[in-house]
């Protein structure tokens, strides 16, 4: 146990390290001005009406860095900075949120299997860490119910890997379309590349983590299982 909690400090230092760089980028091109004028909505609107989608509504949402797609009520949701603000930083932040959306009206299929994934997910994210922490208090006595845990983590380990290729793909449609749609070019379309890069990166240590504590699990059911034989 006493392995699993460093690794999960560990990780959770990383993890910070990386979110503390994500938000000085977004500060940082924030306060870049987009030439060609356009809001974080209307980077959106374009985008979804370049793609010939009409049936997805751009909205503002409350919170900072909160900006996410939602494909059951079709809506592009935007932080207030990012839906009112006239910089990179919206602009690449809109313009990877629509691209979730031509995911969605295409049939993307890491996103069509992350949508399946998410009810069971979110099943078993609610109750994960008391099976396990039940498992690791009751290895010897009732060693199916550390198994079980494995089996619920291993679930929320593939969603985190399913979600990398989702966001890889948005933002590679995002920074095509503000490449040739000329609303981001030259510095403006490095500095949009370089805050996605850097949001990405909190998917992939959230991915790598989640399947290094995996592991360590694994180990110590095997672990477990050889002292019981």
């Known amino acids: 146990m006493n392995s699993i909690f460093l690794v999960s400090l560990i990780f ?3 993890s910070f390290l990386v979110s503390a760089r994500l938000k000085n980028k977004f500060s940082a091109y924030s306060q870049m001005r987009l030439r060609v004028g356009l809001s974080g909505r209307e980077v959106a609107e374009k985008m979804l009406r370049d793609n010939g989608i009409y049936d997805v509504q751009v909205v503002s949402v409350e919170g ?6 939602d494909p059951t009520k079709k809506t592009v949701n935007l932080s207030p900075e990012v839906y009112s603000g006239i910089n ?3 602009a690449a932040v809109a313009a990877h949120e629509c691209g979730h959306a031509v995911q969605h009206a295409t049939a993307y299929q890491w996103l069509m ?3 399946k994934l998410v009810p069971v997910v979110q099943f078993s994210s609610n109750m994960v ?3 396990l922490l039940g498992g690791l208090l009751l290895m010897q006595a009732f060693p199916g119910l ?3 845990g494995i089996g619920l983590f291993a679930l929320t380990t593939l969603f985190a890997f399913v979600t990398l290729p989702v966001e890889f793909d948005a933002s590679r449609r995002a920074l095509a379309w503000l490449e040739n749609k000329q609303v981001a070019i030259g510095e403006e379309h490095e500095k949009a590349k370089d805050a996605l890069k850097w949001a990405a990166m909190t998917y992939v240590v959230a991915a790598i983590a989640s399947l290094v504590t995996l592991l360590q ?3 110590i059911f095997l672990s ?3 002292d019981r034989d």
Not at 64 to 69: N, P, V
């Open 129 to 131: 860490q008391w099976v």
């Open 146 to 148: 550390l198994l079980f």
């Open 12 to 14: 959770v230092g990383i």
């Open 64 to 69: 900072h860095l909160t900006d996410h797609y």
């Open 217 to 219: 699990y694994v180990l």
């Open 88 to 90: 990179i930083a919206s």
């Open 224 to 226: 477990g299982s050889r």
């Open 113 to 115: 299997m992350r949508s």
